[in-house]
């Protein structure tokens, strides 16, 4: 970037994206997972006023229990996409974070940014994830992609999961402080 990285970061919040589909068959799978447990929605979470005094807590894992992780930003919903994800959980699991417990027992469901079934899914899920690469339009691919989250009424707090060999300087706490500051999304970074 240039001198004025500022003036970088307005043009990207102010520029569209184009808006796409959501697969017929992933909209019926998370219709059904919304469902699933009763069928009642649950209420919505009132979203933090500010994202950093309201830490993400999960819950240790139950034997036998699976949680269900929703991910945005997956290049696609195909079984190596979110298998991608399940590495980074047991890379995470390997250096200690119970938290993950096992992490076979994570249920990884790619969703598109722009489906029309994020603001149900949302009050739904409790977990949620931002996939961001480690190529070169990383940032403005995932900036991008948060604030399409928020104008669709998504999610306000999501862990961001990327390849294991990300580390948390540079990229990702760039990402989470912008998100921050221009979409009040609290984005959790566990990167070392």
Not at 66 to 89: F, K
Not at 122 to 145: K, N, S
Request: hydrophobic fraction near 45%; aromatic fraction near 4%.
């Amino acid at each position: 970037m240039g001198t004025d990285q500022a003036a970088g970061l307005r043009e990207w919040v102010s520029s569209s994206a184009p808006a796409g589909e959501c697969p017929m068959h992933i909209a019926e799978a998370l219709l059904q997972l919304a469902t699933e447990g009763g069928g009642a929605p649950a209420k919505a979470r009132p979203a933090p006023s500010t994202p950093a005094t309201a830490p993400m807590r999960v819950a240790p894992p139950s034997a036998g229990a699976v949680r269900t992780l929703m991910v945005l930003g997956l290049p696609g919903a195909s079984v190596g996409q979110t298998e991608r994800v399940t590495q980074l959980l047991e890379a995470w699991a390997k250096e200690g974070r119970r938290w993950v417990g096992d992490p076979a027992s994570w249920r990884i469901v790619a969703l598109p940014v722009t489906s029309p079934h994020l603001p149900v899914l949302a009050m739904e899920q409790p977990h949620w994830a931002l996939w961001v690469e480690d190529d070169l339009d990383a940032f403005r691919r995932a900036f991008r992609q948060l604030r399409q989250v928020v104008e669709q009424g998504g999610p306000q707090r999501l862990l961001a999961v990327h390849p294991p060999h990300v580390g948390r300087k540079g990229l990702l706490m760039n990402l989470r402080h912008v998100a921050a500051s221009y979409l009040d999304v609290d984005l959790l970074v566990l990167a070392r």
